[in-house]
């Protein structure tokens, strides 16, 4: 049987595939060609990540198809249901990732309230000229350790993100209105672990009570974050967003860096991406990442051998 790993697959999936006598393909077909080349090569799995789309089109004119695989988590670039009612598998990793967002939620903490960000930016252009004036810019920093961290979805990066934090030693509140309770099992290298456990708070709460908030929802149709939650944040409070672009309102968001209402905000992902506005790229308060979240070789690896594990119990039974 043959599968076509439209957005790439790491190497250890390419050899779990193979060892379960799959013919693995990796070229990178254009997405108007997609359908031609399916066809042609009677390929019987489409693994994708965000890139290629497989929309009801693709998946009538394409017979030969069984399976769909998403390498991550979001599933928005796929007609889920529609590839399920014609009889299609449709399989995800879901868990793979969770851990790289949650270090990079961190990167960009931990780089935001020393002002790296900045500092990456001017150290080229004036390090050497103007060393002590740099110095004194970046001297106010804050240490992660006893702030609160407020975290708004708490799903599998929420938690991920939140066992980050406890390491650090920082206070950890939630708010998901799905999960009421939570408990989250942090494993340490020796052997021990520690179980805390969670209560959500109301979304005004967080916003009020924490000094940084971080966001792990899904897509939605309304921001999450808008005008009226950036006001109730503390001042000189920080905002992460590595969820989905869309969840915060980007002019909001600018007017509240503008006005010193926040003190920095991390963006891994963007309203118009991929083209994200240059407002926001520009902006000497904003940590920026491109939607690099779980492009980790660790989480690539999962990705790849949690795929095949499901394609080959899925398809050689
Ligand atoms: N930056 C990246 O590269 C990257 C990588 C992987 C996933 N993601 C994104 O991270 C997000 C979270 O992924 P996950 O695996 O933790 O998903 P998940 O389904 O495990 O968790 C999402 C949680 O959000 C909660 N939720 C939904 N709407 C909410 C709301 N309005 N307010 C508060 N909570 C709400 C749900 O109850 C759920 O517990 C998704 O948007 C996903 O697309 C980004």
Not at 17 to 22: C, E, M, R, S
Not at 61 to 68: E, F, N, T, V
Not at 92 to 107: C, G, K, M, R
Not at 183 to 204: A, N, R
């Amino acid at each position: 049987m043959k599968v076509l790993a439209n957005d790439g697959i790491s190497q250890s999936g390419v050899d779990a595939l193979k060892a379960a006598g799959f013919e693995i393909i990796t070229t990178k077909v254009a997405q108007e060609q997609l359908e031609n080349y399916i066809n042609e090569n009677q390929i019987d799995a489409l693994l994708v990540r965000s890139a290629t789309k497989v929309r009801k089109e693709l998946i009538d004119a394409c017979p030969s198809l069984k399976l769909i695989g998403r390498g991550g988590v979001g599933m928005d670039n796929i007609d889920v249901q529609y590839a399920k009612d014609k009889g299609l598998s449709v399989i995800n990793t879901p868990a793979s990732s969770s851990a790289s967002v949650a270090e990079l939620v961190f990167a960009h903490l931990y780089g935001g309230v020393r002002f790296l960000y900045d500092a990456n930016r001017n150290m080229p252009l004036e390090g050497e000229s103007k060393f002590g004036d740099l110095k004194k810019a970046y001297a106010k920093g804050v240490e992660l350790r006893g702030k609160t961290l407020g975290v708004i979805g708490f799903g599998r990066i929420g938690q991920a993100t939140a066992k980050v934090a406890l390491g650090a030693g920082m206070k950890v509140i939630y708010s998901d209105p799905y999960m009421e309770k939570a408990e989250v099992k942090l494993d340490f290298f020796d052997g021990q672990e520690v179980t805390f456990k969670f209560e959500s708070k109301s979304k005004e709460d967080v916003l009020k009570e924490a000094d940084f908030i971080t966001l792990h929802v899904p897509a939605q149709k309304e921001y999450v974050i808008g005008k009226a939650e950036l006001e109730m944040m503390k001042d000189g409070a920080a905002l992460i967003n590595a969820a989905r672009g869309g969840v915060i309102d980007e002019i909001a968001l600018i007017d509240a860096l503008d006005s010193g209402k926040l003190a920095f905000a991390g963006l891994d992902v963007f309203e118009s991406e991929p083209k994200p506005e240059i407002r926001i790229l520009m902006h000497p308060k904003i940590t920026l990442s491109p939607h690099i979240g779980a492009a980790t070789n660790e989480a690539q690896d999962r990705i790849g051998t949690e795929l095949a594990e499901q394609i080959d119990s899925i398809l050689n039974k």
